[in-house]
C-alpha cells in the first residue's frame, strides 16, 4: 500500500448506524418541534457533532413511533404519552428477565 492509498482510507468516514435530524424527522413524521421537546425532558438523548448537530439511534425510532402511536390512539399528552412508553419498556424487560430466570429454573 504507497501512501497515497493510507490517506485515501484514513479520510473515509466510517459508516454510521446514527440518523440525522432530517432522516429522524422522516422515518417518524414527527414536527421538529415536537423532537425537540422530548430532547429537553430528556426523554431522547442524541449523541451531538462537533457542528452540534444532532444525531439520533435507531432505537429512537422506534420509541418516536410508539410515542406517537400512544398520543393518538388514546389522546394523551405528549409527557403522559412518553410514561407510558417508559413503563412499557420497563414491563418488556421485566418479562425477558422473568423468561431468562424460568430457563434456568
Do not use: H
Request: proline share 5%; aromatic share 6%.
Amino acid at each position: 500500500m504507497d501512501i497515497k492509498q493510507v490517506i485515501t482510507v484514513a479520510t473515509v468516514p466510517a459508516r454510521s448506524e446514527r440518523l440525522s435530524f432530517a432522516q429522524l424527522q422522516e422515518l417518524t413524521g414527527l414536527d421538529p418541534t415536537v423532537v425537540g421537546e422530548l430532547i429537553e425532558l430528556g426523554w431522547i438523548t442524541p449523541e451531538r457533532t462537533l457542528a452540534d448537530a444532532y444525531l439520533f439511534r435507531p432505537r429512537d425510532v422506534y420509541r418516536l413511533r410508539k410515542l406517537d402511536r400512544i398520543c393518538r390512539d388514546f389522546e394523551l399528552p405528549l409527557l403522559g404519552a412518553s410514561i407510558v412508553v417508559d413503563l412499557l419498556e420497563r414491563i418488556e424487560r421485566l418479562e425477558n428477565k422473568v423468561r431468562e430466570l424460568n430457563r434456568l429454573l
